[in-house]
């Protein structure tokens, strides 16, 4: 975990990579919470955060899911959707003096059916079906464009699975 200084010239001279979480239940409804920080504050917005430096995907899935909304997604349950480019005016920290910006992988699985509850930077969770959050100028156009034909932020889409390698804080080792 980087110190505060640190996260705050990271955000202001690079990028970051995140993971957002696509949780639908059995009737096709997307679990979203409303932010109460930057970026993106006051908007309706998939789960999601940035992926630490040596975490794996399965490893950042789970810190995320957990942390957001106390339940644990399964890796192995997750599909990845594609990676998003996210770019906001504004930071986490207030300073008028640079924006942030994310390369984000979209994950989708089925969200548990009951236990998760928001963490402090959501002030609220709800369920929402895909045609009510597309008309609703509350929810955030990054979340929108997960559910449109042809985002203008996607880089690349997929249908994979994640594999949970690393989850005991190895490095994958990829062989020849």
Same mark, same amino acid.
């Given at each position: 975990m980087l110190a505060t200084a $640190?996260? @705050?010239e990271l955000v202001k001279n690079g990028l *970051? *990579? +995140?993971? $957002? #979480?696509?949780?639908?239940d059995a009737e096709g409804r997307v679990l979203m919470g409303k932010r109460q920080n930057a970026p993106a504050r006051g908007f309706w917005f998939v789960p999601g955060g940035r992926?630490?430096?040596?975490? /794996?995907?399965?490893?950042?899935?789970? @810190?995320?899911?957990?942390t957001e909304l106390s339940v644990a997604i399964a890796?192995? +349950? %997750?599909?990845? @959707?594609? #990676?998003?480019? =996210? =770019?906001?005016p504004d930071n986490v920290f207030g300073d008028p003096g640079f924006d942030t910006c994310y390369w984000v992988i979209a994950c989708q699985a089925a969200l548990p059916e009951e236990g998760f509850r928001p963490d402090s930077q959501h002030e $609220? #969770? @709800?369920l929402w079906d895909p045609q009510s959050?597309? +008309? $609703?100028? /509350? %929810? =955030?156009?990054y /979340?929108?464009?997960?559910f449109v034909a042809d985002p203008d932020n996607l880089f690349f889409a997929c249908q994979a699975p994640v594999e949970p390698v690393g989850l005991t804080g190895e490095r994958p080792v990829r062989g020849s």
């Open positions: $640190d996260f @705050r *970051l *990579l +995140a993971v $957002d #979480l696509i949780l639908t992926i630490f430096k040596n975490e /794996t995907l399965a490893q950042a899935i789970q @810190r995320v899911s957990s890796p192995a +349950a %997750v599909t990845v @959707r594609g #990676l998003f480019l =996210h =770019h906001y $609220d #969770l @709800r959050l597309l +008309a $609703d100028p /509350t %929810v =955030h156009r /979340t929108k464009n997960y």
